[in-house]
Every structure is written in structure tokens, then in C-alpha cells.
């Protein structure tokens, strides 16, 4: 791969605003499983090895199954290893990911108000949108496991 810019030193206000953002969802309602679990899922999607590489760390670290992660891009498929919830906020994270095909449908909205609060879906969205923010970085700048952004 060619070596690109560094984020961190070419757009440090960016970064900073990443990181803003970020830390704004240390705060949410949601459970850091869910974090987790909306971070692997969006960085699958996306091909973000670095981001699945650290997500899939981090979420074992906080007590995440090797089972759930391994079959996290087939869980359309799985009985029992995802509760309705998670099934939604992945469905959410799919959906907001790869918002080009249709984006978040109304079904899948609908689902979510039945299970989260208002400001519990619009924290989903939120993590969404986020790691989808720092996958793009990453991909863009070629940026190798190992290596750091921030």
C-alpha cells in the first residue's frame, strides 16, 4: 500500500472532533456490549480490518463470547446468540452503514422505539455514524494495525 497522509497531523481539528464525538457516547444509555457490538459490525461491513481488529480486543476484554463475535456477520442466521435488541441495533447498524441501499427502513425504526427510548435510537444512530466516520479515515489513509490515528 502507499503511504498517505497522517490524519493526526494534517487535519488535527478533524481528529479532534472525532474524538469530541467520541467521548460523547462514553456517556450514552447504551451498554458497551452494544458499543461493541455496533463497532464490529459496522467495521465488517465496511472491510476495516484495523477497526475489527481493536473492536473485536475491546469486546473480549469487556466479557463479549469468541461465539457472538465469530458469528456476528451472519446473525440474520443464528437462534439464541443475539437477543432482540442486539438483532435490532445490528439491523440499525446495517442499515445506517450501507445507508445507500435504502437507508434506515421504517420497519426497522419501528422496531427500535418499541425496544429503546427516543434518545436511546438516536445514541445508536450516533455510534453508527461514528465508527463509520473512523472507518472511512482509516481506509482513506491506509492506516496498519499497529499504527495510531489519535
Known sequence: ?????NFKESAPKALQAMIGLEMSQSKSSLSQSTKELIK?????????????N?????AIKN?????????MSAWRETENIFTEEEKIV???????TLIHQKGLSDDTYT?????FSETQVAEIITAVIS????????????????????
Open 1 to 5: 500500500m502507499q503511504k498517505r497522509l
Open 40 to 52: 464490529i459490525r459496522a467495521s465488517q461491513l465496511n472491510g476495516c480490518a484495523y477497526c475489527i
Open 54 to 58: 481493536m473492536h473485536t480486543q475491546d
Open 63 to 71: 466479557g463479549e463470547s469468541s461465539q457472538r463475535i465469530f458469528l
Open 90 to 96: 445490528l439491523s440499525m447498524t446495517e442499515e445506517v
Open 111 to 115: 422496531k427500535a422505539v418499541q425496544y
Open 131 to 150: 465508527i463509520n466516520l473512523w472507518n472511512r479515515v482509516v481506509l482513506s489513509t491506509h492506516l496498519l494495525m499497529g499504527q495510531s490515528l489519535a
